[in-house]
């Protein structure tokens, strides 16, 4: 015979391959099989959105708690320009905003600010953090950085608007405030008596952009060289340890 077949080992052989072969087939098909896969990706999925969620809730509380945690105090010394750039440089001060208080028309322009009629004021409202600065020492750097006893004026700038003024957002900083003002007068700092106008804070109008950040985007301008980069050059001298 030109072959010689073995009959078991043919059987032996191809009968395990064959039921393999099938078994994988049947596995690869089997609904049941691809049921369980789309239920564990469904699970694992909604796992991963259940998380991203949570972090997410978390983390807004988190900022929600530290944002709770922050302060306001509202202070006029003269232009806002000057008064803006120095609190933005105190440790704890979280923002400084350009604006008006204090006045009898809401949402002034500074054409209208500027023309008195208003009576509103320039300030700058501060955010703060009571934990790593406190009240007391931003009034201290309020009354050592402007002229606290000249009436409606800050050298050259004249006007109501440039009138010395503390807007108190609390019965506790109003105490504080006329605290300090008690202890400067007795130590004669200055000639003639401290005038600043301490009133409760009722409203506050951001001025236009362009007054924001004023000395940082012009610090060359004449304005900013001869009036403003002076005082910051007294902060960083008396209040070396409170900066940034």
Known sequence: M??????ATIKFNACPVSNNLNDT?????????????????RRFIWSFLLIGVVSITGFSQIKKG????????????????????I???IEGVTGVISGYSG?????????????????????????????KVSYYTLLEVFFKTHDPTTLNRQGADVG??????????TEEQKEQALEIIRELDNQDIWNNP???????FEAFYSAEDYHQNYYENNSKQGYCRMVI???????????EDKLK
Request: hydrophobic residues 30%; charged residues 30%; neutral net charge.
């Open 2 to 7: 030109r072959y010689a077949y073995n009959k």
């Open 25 to 41: 087939l049947l596995s690869e098909k089997d609904p049941r099989k691809e049921l369980n896969n789309y239920r564990m990706m």
């Open 66 to 85: 530290m944002e709770n945690n922050k302060e306001k105090a509202t202070f006029g010394g003269g232009c806002f320009w000057c008064t803006e750039a």
């Open 87 to 89: 609190f933005e440089r």
């Open 103 to 131: 006045g009898q028309i809401k949402n002034p322009t500074y054409r209208e600010v500027s023309s008195g009629a208003t009576k509103h004021a320039e300030v700058i409202q501060i955010t703060y953090d009571p934990a």
């Open 160 to 169: 109501t608007q440039y009138r010395s003024i503390i807007l108190y957002h």
């Open 194 to 200: 401290i005038v600043t106008e301490i009133v409760p």
């Open 229 to 239: 980069t002076p005082k910051i050059e007294k902060l960083e001298e008396i209040f």
